[in-house]
Each structure stands twice: as C-alpha cells, then as structure tokens.
C-alpha cells in the first residue's frame, strides 16, 4: 500500500531564503508523486509531478521537486521565498489502480518579512 | 473556461438534517471524487467514480452518499447518520487511464453543523 509522510506540520522561513518541503513515501511499486499547493478556502492546485521522467521536477511560482529512489523522497524546493507563497503544501502519491490518491498531512508555510 | 465548480461555498446545517454538496466539471474528464479536509489530516477520501453510474466507497463513506448519473455531476449528499460533518470538502475530477494524471480541484464548500 502507498503512503506518504510530510515531516514537519510546520516551516517558517524569511523572505529570500530557501524554501524546503519534505516529503517521503512508501510504495510497493515505482510510485507517481504530486505536489499541490492550497491558499486559505480554497482548492488545491498542481504545483508538479513526477511520473518517472526526469527525476529533477521543475513546476510552476519557480518550486521544483528531486524525486530520489534511494531515500524515498521528494522535497519540494524554491530557492528564494516569497511572502505570496505563505500557503498550506500537500505531497501525493497515486496507487497503481483505481485512480486514487493518498495525500500527506500537510505542511503549513509561513513567510517572515 | 473548463473546470470544477463547487456550490454552495458556505453551507449550514441543523443536525438530523441532510444536505446535498454540488460538483460539476466540463473538462471531460471522466472519474470524479470527494474529499473531506479537517485541520491536521490531510484529505480523505470519501467516495470516488471512474464512469457514470457506477462508484466506489473511499477510507471515511460511512455517512454519505453520492450520484453520478451524468459525466458532469457528482452530487454528495452528508446525511443524518454522519456525526460530525462540519469540514471542508472538496471535489476533483482526473482523467481515467492511467494512475499518472493529477486531480484537479474544486474551490470546496466549508460545512457547519449548528
């Protein structure tokens, strides 16, 4: 069964500074994994996703995602924070059938001035 | 524009009351799904549909139910057996074939029960 663990329910960073997201999973076969991004009441948008290409991820607000097979990972990055990235990030997997997605907790990012 | 609209955006309920939460989506996609989202755990699964008429139970269907007699429309109805309703629920609808294509959400509706 798949599952993916979010460490740390909560990241403070300042402006400018790295951002760094991380994720793990656990799955039995080679897995598809997702970043979205949620901003308060709202629905959650795709930020990227590795499907078994290039194990460098570059998505969209300039954030990437390095998927490593050997530590089971794939942290979610961005050079230089910016304030209008201060929202909730979710880390996904898919399951190999029935179209379902199993999502990680959550981790909250606040930006500091 | 193609995407999913969620409605009503804030939804009230006394309790014993059902409720019916409305998704639509004219992307074409084919499978559509629920998601319940309380603070600290992540999204669940409630129900989801590959094809119209036919759906499957998600981790947390106890309590709910769901339609899907056009492509479009994926109805979730909370009922009275449900005993405690009050989150945020999100729709999203994905292409069928293939476990790599992503979800695609609605903007949710926030239910409380008074």
């Known amino acids: 069964a798949q599952s993916v663990t979010q460490l740390g329910s909560h990241v403070s960073v300042s402006e400018g500074a790295l951002v760094l997201l991380r994720c793990n999973y656990s799955?039995?076969?080679?897995?598809?994994l997702f970043w979205y991004v949620q901003y308060p009441n709202q629905g959650l948008q795709l930020l990227l996703k590795?499907?078994?290409?290039?194990?460098l991820v570059k998505g969209i607000n300039g954030f990437e995602a390095e998927f490593k097979k050997s530590e089971t990972s794939f942290h979610l990055t961005k050079p230089s924070a910016h304030m209008s990235d201060a929202a909730e990030y979710f880390c996904?997997?898919?399951?190999?059938?029935?179209?379902?997605?199993?999502f990680g907790t959550g981790t909250s990012l606040t930006v500091i001035p | 524009d193609g995407g999913i609209t969620q409605s009503p955006k804030y939804l009230f309920r006394k309790e014993g009351q059902n409720v019916t939460l409305s998704c639509e989506q004219n992307?074409?996609?084919?499978?559509m799904y629920w998601y319940r989202q309380d603070p600290g755990q992540g999204l669940r699964l409630i129900y989801y549909?590959?094809?119209?008429?036919?759906?499957q139970k998600g981790d947390i269907a106890e309590g709910y139910s769901v339609s899907r007699e056009k492509k479009e429309s994926f109805p979730l109805t909370v009922t009275s057996a449900q005993k405690n309703p009050t989150a945020f629920y999100l729709c999203?609808?994905?292409?069928?074939?293939?476990?790599?294509?992503?979800?695609?959400f609605g903007p949710g509706t926030r239910l409380t029960v008074l």
């Open positions: 999203a609808s994905s292409l069928t074939s293939g476990r790599f294509y992503e979800q695609f």
């Open positions: 799955s039995s076969v080679p897995p598809y």
């Open positions: 590795y499907t078994s290409a290039a194990t």
């Open positions: 996904a997997v898919s399951q190999n059938t029935g179209n379902q997605f199993y």
């Open positions: 992307l074409n996609h084919d499978a």
């Open positions: 549909s590959q094809i119209v008429n036919d759906f």
